[in-house]
């Protein structure tokens, strides 16, 4: 499956849906979807169909904080598996970012 990019009508907010298996395959794909952030744009990170995420997919995450102003970034980690949260936590992704 593919990622999916929706934005609010304002475009304020951009909720992207990540696919079964975030990995590697999908890092040309998710690093598009936060190429021209806007300037205030919040983004929410939909892991409802994640089952699968590996090192290379935390490391996407560390480079989107960083592209979108690492503490002013504005992004949520939604609807994870606990496994996908435990990998979060382990990680001290809960940290950096809002985990829901």
Known sequence: ??????K???GNTVTVKLPNE???RAHK????THKNPGTKAKYILDFSLT???????LGMLLL???ELGNDN???RLINCRDNIK?????ASFHQLFDVA
């Open 29 to 32: 794909e998710f690093r598009d």
């Open 73 to 75: 970034a504005k992004v």
């Open 51 to 57: 089952e699968h995420m590996d090192s290379s997919a």
């Open 86 to 90: 435990s990998l979060l936590e382990m």
């Open 64 to 66: 989107m904080r960083e």
């Open 8 to 10: 609010s009508d304002d």
């Open 1 to 6: 499956m593919a990622i999916t990019v929706s």
């Open 22 to 24: 975030f990995d590697f």
